[in-house]
């Protein structure tokens, strides 16, 4: 300590010279003068005289790190590529309206995508159109063809985490064969029993064979865990219609209206990460139902949606493809023109074979959109295979004005008349771009062998009552122009035996009967066709209708994302859902494999 004491004092005592410090800094400024004129000052000259030598050297040095630069990107690109990533948002445009999520009740374009999305099914149609199992892990028939044995797979789960099990099965059928729920399906289901044989099999009864029964099978499968107290009468209206739990590859999150109408609804979707096939690669999937075509092209115009499905020919037509993919892809419906074979003027073969030697339906695909598939006969192309399967006459107007004149239908300046009365038919069709053409194009050719020919285009949203009560119900038509949805069977009892519920052409002929109704109790595919084929020869010769062409859908979606695959086949539109477990909303750089 007290050499401390003694260090400070000391340091004290000590006295600073400032004129030594002075002359001491004026030492060091003159030395740094001295060396700053030598080295810098004195050989300024040289520096310029270099100077083009130094910015040729700067020059070369950045060409070089700029050709090192392009070369790593260059090999960097021979090893990264686009492809799609996982996560994001998929929002799909689709027509509405959208009024319940209940597949029960589901009859529009957005209520079946909302269904298909969040409920799973028995069996589905996977990407090559065949059906597959989606719950279902097995199918046995039994040797009467009326009894179906369905094996469940044991990892479905509903997405409030209980197990799905065959007593939902058997509570969903139950469902839709009770009257007072009021379901779509209520009539194709009454007098089929089911019964849970297992926890996770299910045994289908029916009171007669029907070689078409596993069709069926592609129904929503409801929970009965969350439904079985609520009181049928009022099912539809109960708030599962509208906050609905199911098992599919999304779960329900929230519905949204926007518009002082409700002109569109939003249905947010997440995936479900507990999926018994896989968790979807999207995170979330935003449905989106609009009332009009016209507000889903301005959907699309301004990327307020990544796809659309119900495009319309003309909407499709002004789509930006530097944005957007559009694929025509043909789904199971035929567009026919179906006569009314009991009104006057269409009861005779003679007139409906005339009319349809006239009818140039070749002519009349090449004026539509995506130039449709032909349609020549009852069922789809393909779902008949025979070396014997009959095809309809070429189209030729003079044999159709022989036939007319055969019949007693004389020409009368341009119209044919027979006994006083003028061949005057009344073409309906409900208001549709593609339908419409197809009128005034058959009407324009019949008009070239004298028929008088009155058109109209129904416009369902403004009617006061629906199409079906209006038009269809009441048969109030000569002749009807619309879609028939055909699906994955050639089955087509509904639509022309004479006791089938759709036969909108009332025709009746025994032999189409008997082949009908015998065809659907086989389940040997080549006694089915041979069955058909019959059906089909004595169709063509009947002519209760003409095939104008298979019905296409255009889907448009983003090219940054990936959905519906080209060579993906549709039974009907909400099939493009088959793969939506590897739908992209988005594209990604990722690293090459070898």
Known sequence: MANDERGWQRFQKMNVNRKTISRRAKKVEGATMRHAHKFIVGRWDNIRNVRRHIITWMVGVALLIAAVGMQMLWFQQSYLTSAPGKG?????AVRGPLATLNPLYATTSAELSASRLIFSSLYLHDTTGNLKGDVATNLKMDEAGKTYTVTLRPDAKWHDGFKLTAKDVVYTVELMKNPAVRSTMSASWKDIEAKAVSEYTVQFTLPAAYAPFSQALTFAILPQHILEKVDLHSLRENTFSSNPVGSGPFAFRLQQSIGGNQTKKIVYLDANRQYYKGQPRLDRFLLTAYDTSDTIATALRTGEVNGAVDVPSDVARSIDTKRYEILNTPVNNGVYAIFNTTQPNLKSTSVR???QLASDTKKLRSQLYGEPKELTLPFIDGQVTSENLPRPAAADTNRAAELLQADGWILDGNIR??????????????KNIEFEKSLETLAGQWRKIGVEVEAEVIDPSTSNQSFAQQVLQPRNYDVLIDELSIGADPDVFAYWHSRGLLNFANYSNATSDDALASARV?????????????????WLTDVP???????????VHSKMTRTIGQDQRLISPIDRYSNIRFWTAEQRQVYKTP
């Open 88 to 92: 994001g948002v998929y929002a799909e």
């Open 353 to 355: 074979s005339a009319l």
């Open 417 to 430: 008349k027979k006994e006083g009365q003028s061949l005057k038919i009344r073409m309906v069709t409900r």
């Open 522 to 538: 086989r389940s040997e595919k080549d006694l089915r066709n041979v069955k058909y084929v019959a059906f089909a020869k004595q």
């Open 545 to 555: 209708a003409i095939g104008l062409y298979q019905s296409n859908i255009s889907y």
